[in-house]
């Protein structure tokens, strides 16, 4: 077997008769999915929908078309808002799905058995710290008094606190604290993914003479390639969430980073510090069809959830 037809039976299995277990559709099936059904109703379809209402209609309940978005657009706060998130989510991705990739695929190749699950652990530490711990300990890092990487921050012209938290520097920041406290996670998932590649597969690329880097780039992406733009979606619309971390940074700085930093701190003034939780829902839409345009764009680009027939 070439590479080249490695490759093919690596991205199409079947067209190879190497046919998936199927199993059927039973009572059991619609038991198991009812909790997640029923939190998913409550928790989800509901709020969104109410949100979609009173994005429509005024603080009297009146209906008042797209007059809430044309508002809350032309507000001088909505653009920055948005561009801080894009810019943000650009490097987050592009730092996550390659460190994550290049580190998953290193692990495999190169970790014995028996010292992986060490690795993957020690991946999965920063993970277990929720959000706001997560931030405290990057304040800690940051902050060239205390920091015990002061060295290095004052080497690279940051003598002080407040030099660290220049808005310019938030995106790289706020990448960093993301990075830590979920690229871990999905090593393992990527780890768990490379593992279920059939080893007969990697076997015929190193026969005919693929070294690791081009067995990984011609047979492990591709066929971890739906792990991979599902971790992609899932960090988008975690990217698109951000609000605590941005929240406390501006509490840190005594008021020097804005906040209105990300679009939810936008909403979250416009609901809790004006009033308007019209405006607020309209953000909400705005970003939830930010990231439903994104989603829907990588899934049909990717075919996520396309099953190959015989």
């Given amino acids: 077997m070439t590479l080249l037809e490695t490759e093919r039976v690596a991205v199409s299995p079947v067209r190879h008769g190497i046919t998936p277990r199927r199993t059927g559709r039973g009572p059991a099936g619609y038991f198991f999915v009812a909790g997640y059904a029923v939190l998913l ?31 809350v657009v032309q507000d001088y706060r909505f653009v920055p808002a948005f561009t801080h998130m894009l810019v943000y989510l650009a490097m987050w991705l592009v730092t996550l799905v390659v460190v994550v990739v290049v580190t998953a695929v290193i692990l495999r190749s190169r970790v014995r058995p028996g010292t992986s ?5 020690l991946y999965y530490i920063p993970g277990a710290l929720a959000g706001v711990a997560s931030v405290l300990v990057w ?7 205390v920091s015990p990487v002061s060295r290095l921050l004052t080497a690279m012209g940051f003598k ?14 706020l990448m960093l604290i993301a990075f830590w406290t979920g690229a871990g996670g999905w090593m393992v998932v990527m780890y768990g993914a490379l593992n279920n590649i059939p080893d007969e597969v990697l076997e015929a690329a190193r026969m005919d003479g693929a070294g690791p880097w081009r067995t ?32 406390l940074l ?15 701190q936008l ?14 829902a309209a953000i909400s839409v705005v970003l939830l069809a930010v990231g439903l345009l994104a989603a829907g764009l990588l899934v049909a680009r990717s075919n996520l959830f396309k099953l190959d027939e015989k």
């Fill in 216 to 247: 990984a780039w011609h047979i492990q992406i591709p066929m971890i390639r739906q792990w991979i733009v599902y971790m992609t979606i899932m960090a988008f619309a975690t990217g698109t969430q951000l609000f605590v971390e941005p929240q």
């Fill in 41 to 71: 109703l409550a928790f989800g379809v509901f709020p969104t929908g109410y949100a979609f209402y009173l994005s429509l209609t005024n603080d009297r309940g009146q209906f008042t078309g797209v007059n809430q978005f044309v508002k």
């Fill in 117 to 121: 699950a060490l690795f993957r652990f």
């Fill in 250 to 264: 501006q509490t840190a700085s005594l008021g020097r980073v804005s906040p209105t930093w990300s679009p939810n």
């Fill in 160 to 173: 002080t606190f407040a030099a660290v938290l220049a808005p310019g520097n938030l995106p790289l920041i």
């Fill in 267 to 280: 909403a979250y003034v416009y609901a809790f510090q004006q009033g308007d939780f019209n405006g607020a």
């Fill in 139 to 145: 304040l800690f890092m940051l902050d060239p008094d």
